[in-house]
């Protein structure tokens, strides 16, 4: 029975999509809900899965090419028996020669460009499978070294020292050219056109941390035994009092659509997540009716479920408001870019010991700089300040958050 494969279907938001991988080869034995391909859209990379036991007859579209939403991409034979993965076994001096190690088509493409050992390469693909993302993430390590040339691993099976394999020739000057995903490029458009479309502006201000520190510290042990495991951290302190300040200034919750300010009677913050892939944006719903530890289980879930490429398009889409924290990477002070159609955007940054006046003396503080960037469009200086001051107010006092004063 012939099945036709399909590429999903994308939202209305998403005019079509990448094919990256194929990890299934015409002929090759396929289980059902096996992955077969990943299709990477401007938002996230979508997986498309075996409906069924048999092999895939035909591959209409290669890796590579654009696909529309529900457009056929390949042929697939129900109750065919396939070879075994013919792609590995093609290349057995690039990969090993057992079931458990199985090289996908782009990753394989990959090792033999770098010339790797496929090896010693960790596949966290199904069955142990080596990914293209496995394959990159090898190269960004630095901690390996190029598998010999083919001539010279026949000649000489003992490995050459490390010093030699990962050094440069000496008045080298190397290049990579490598090709930009569709999900940076698009990323990179989003951020030009909030620039160029927008009257951006930012405002700076910074909060007294010790009174979170103290607190955090205080009951994050007893937070992590009654919460299973889920760890108190700052940010879900930023999600709750940014909550509470985008209550009290409706304006910086709101979006442009065209000509209309649209005010929106809910909370639904972003928190921005890096990737490998690029930088993604989760939204957290309802903030208003999240707890503590729910912000913070959801957001250790966007994070693994980031790494892992595992976000799906609806957990990206909406949001009324982003926050977004450069201090896990050290900086200190930064000017975030809205993302749209959303007017406004909270940067945090490094907690770092300073000297304050306090009270007339010198006391030496945990302080970080916050910076929110608005469409003055939509938002006056007023508001945007006020609503600046209103988070570190909160954050400084964080009883307040509690006791809604």
């Known amino acids: 029975m012939s099945i036709e494969i399909k590429a999903p279907t994308f939202p209305e938001s998403v005019a079509d999509g990448t094919v990256t991988t194929w990890h299934k080869q015409p002929g090759e034995a396929c289980a059902a809900d096996e992955l077969i391909v990943d299709i990477e859209t401007d938002k996230v990379v979508l997986e498309v899965v075996a409906p069924a ?30 070879t075994a993965a013919e792609a590995p076994a093609a290349s057995a001096e690039a990969a090993p020669a057992g079931d458990a190690d199985k090289v996908g ?13 496929a090896s010693k390469i960790p596949g966290t693909g199904k069955g142990g499978g080596i990914t293209k993302e496995d394959v990159q993430n090898f190269l960004k390590s630095g901690a390996q070294a190029p598998a010999p040339a083919p001539a010279a691993a026949k000649a000489a099976p003992a490995p050459a020292p490390a010093a030699a394999a990962v050094n440069v020739p000496a008045g080298e000057r190397t290049e990579k050219r490598v090709p930009m995903t569709r999900l940076r490029a698009t990323i990179a458009k989003r951020l ?56 009290r200034f409706p304006a910086v919750n709101a979006s442009i659509d065209g000509n209309d300010m649209v005010y929106h009677g809910y909370q639904d913050i972003g928190v921005a997540v890096s990737t490998d892939r690029g930088l993604m944006v989760p939204v957290l719903r309802d903030t208003d009716a999240m ?4 912000v913070e289980s959801t ?57 304050m006046a306090v009270n007339g ?12 960037s608005y469409d ?9 300040v006020q609503f600046l001051v209103t988070i570190k ?8 958050m509690l006791l809604d004063v």
């Open 361 to 372: 003396e010198v006391v030496i503080l945990p302080m970080m700089y916050l910076a929110l």
């Open 291 to 294: 707890s503590l530890a729910d």
């Open 299 to 355: 957001i250790a879930d966007f994070g693994k479920r980031g790494r892992d490429g595992k976000l799906g398009m609806e957990d990206m889409q909406g949001g009324t408001f982003t926050i977004t924290n450069g201090g896990v990477f050290g900086s200190l002070m930064s000017t975030p870019i809205l993302n749209p159609p959303q007017t406004a955007i909270l940067g945090m940054h490094k907690i770092q010991e300073r000297p």
């Open 105 to 117: 088509p782009a990753a394989r493409k990959l090792i033999e460009e770098n010339n790797l050992d």
């Open 192 to 247: 030009v056109e909030a620039q160029q479309n927008a009257a951006m502006l930012t405002t700076y201000n910074e909060v007294n941390m010790k009174p979170v520190m103290e607190l955090r510290k205080q009951y994050k042990d007893l937070f992590e035994k009654v919460h299973g495991g889920t760890r108190l951290g700052f940010m879900s302190f930023f999600v709750k009092a940014a909550t509470e300040a985008l209550k």
């Open 393 to 400: 107010e909160l954050l400084e006092d964080p009883a307040r």
């Open 376 to 384: 003055h469009r939509m938002i006056d200086g007023k508001e945007a």
């Open 53 to 82: 036991d048999g092999v895939i007859k035909e591959i209409l579209k290669g890796e590579g090419e654009t696909v529309l939403s529900d457009e056929v991409i390949a042929h697939f034979e129900q109750g065919a028996a396939g």
